[in-house]
């Protein structure tokens, strides 16, 4: 069965940076696509960047330009490198994967606090 386990988030002021980190357990992590999700306080789960299993990248309008998201599969590790973070961008990120080894059932990981202050 597959897992993700995120790591990387903190506290930072606006304009810094952060690196994500999502390790993923079970086998053939390469056919799999990556994401990474958000969700603010009172707010719904949003999707911020994914990545297929081919390399192909999509992002939300919010984070375009300043966020990275990619993936080593050697590692079976995706990342989400964020610059000139924003408050509005403070929420819980969530990793998610999605794919043949996964039976096509989205499996998500526990969810990693990032907080921006002004």
């Known amino acids: 069965q597959v897992h993700v386990v995120e790591s990387g988030g903190g506290l930072v002021q606006a304009g810094g940076s952060l690196r994500l980190s999502c390790a993923a357990s079970g086998n053939i992590f390469s056919l799999n696509a990556m994401a990474w999700y958000r969700q603010a306080p009172g707010k719904q789960r949003e999707l911020v960047a994914r990545?297929?299993?081919?390399?192909?990248?999509n992002y939300a309008d919010s984070v375009k330009g300043r966020f990275t998201i990619s993936r080593d599969n050697g590692r079976n590790t995706a990342f989400l490198q964020m610059n000139s973070l924003k408050p509005e961008d403070t929420a819980v990120y969530y990793c998610?994967?999605?794919?043949?080894?996964?039976?096509?059932?989205?499996?998500w990981g526990q969810g990693t606090q990032v907080t921006v202050s002004s």
């Open positions: 990545i297929t299993s081919s390399g192909s990248t």
């Open positions: 998610n994967t999605v794919g043949p080894t996964t039976g096509w059932r989205d499996i």
